[in-house]
């Protein structure tokens, strides 16, 4: 088994205070090692967004202690050993597609032309050489949900959690792009946590997380 990269104890995620306060995780424990392959599995509006956002240090939770043992502080982790594709737009709009893919590399103070190549290469493993020079604006939403996934993979991350990163595509292509998120992770023995409810994408990790009802279970073989 490898390091443990993350630990969650009890997590619970609440929006609110009081009578109109939302549940997004009741109670979350688990541990992310080191060359997992994880399916976050749940209906939309279970948790899983707010659980990888935790997960990233993006947000704090409510309740709860999550720490990453061998990844360092929460301060620390982006970017550099955890970075994120995230189920809504996030590209940077002044930024070309190229541009940002780069990004995180540069952020991180990398070689500039090191990072062009790898991410010429990235752009041409997800189908996007012809839409490399325009802003996010001039691309559709596919094109864009695939930038993102490209972005996540530079800079040899040591934990990628990917959010709905099929959502907006065709069947086919979305096979393809998880076929590059596992030969990335293969490549690095990175850590990989994809949520999906697409039973076909989740079917490719060998392990499962379910959420029901705000609390997640860990552990399960990913079969339907």
């Known amino acids: 088994m ?84 995230f189920q809504g737009p996030s590209l940077l709009p002044p930024l070309t597609v190229m541009e940002n893919v780069v990004l995180p590399v540069l952020l991180a103070e990398g070689d500039a032309g090191l990072a062009e190549v790898a991410a010429g290469s990235m752009i041409k493993r997800l189908g996007l050489s012809d839409v490399a020079s325009k802003l996010p604006e001039e691309i559709s939403g596919g094109q864009a949900q695939r930038a993102g996934v490209a972005r996540a993979l530079m800079g040899d991350p040591r934990l990628i959690l990917a959010d709905e990163p099929t959502g907006q595509l065709d069947r086919g292509t979305a096979m393809e792009l998880i076929d590059v998120l596992l030969d990335c992770v293969e490549a690095t023995n990175a850590a990989l946590v994809v949520a999906t409810h697409d039973a076909a994408v989740a079917a490719r990790l060998p392990m499962r997380w379910s ?12 079969t339907f």
């Open 2 to 85: 490898g390091e443990v990269l993350v630990r969650g104890s009890g997590l619970g995620r609440q929006f609110g205070n009081g009578p109109e306060a939302v549940t997004a995780i009741a109670s979350a424990t688990f541990e992310i090692r080191q060359g997992d392959r994880i399916a976050l599995v749940g209906p939309s509006g279970s948790g899983k967004s707010s659980l990888l956002h935790m997960i990233a240090a993006l947000d704090q939770p409510s309740s709860g202690v999550i720490e990453w043992p061998a990844l360092g502080r929460a301060e620390d982790l982006r970017p550099g050993p955890v970075s994120v594709a």
């Open 211 to 222: 959420i029901t009802d705000r609390i997640l279970e860990t552990g399960a073989p990913c």
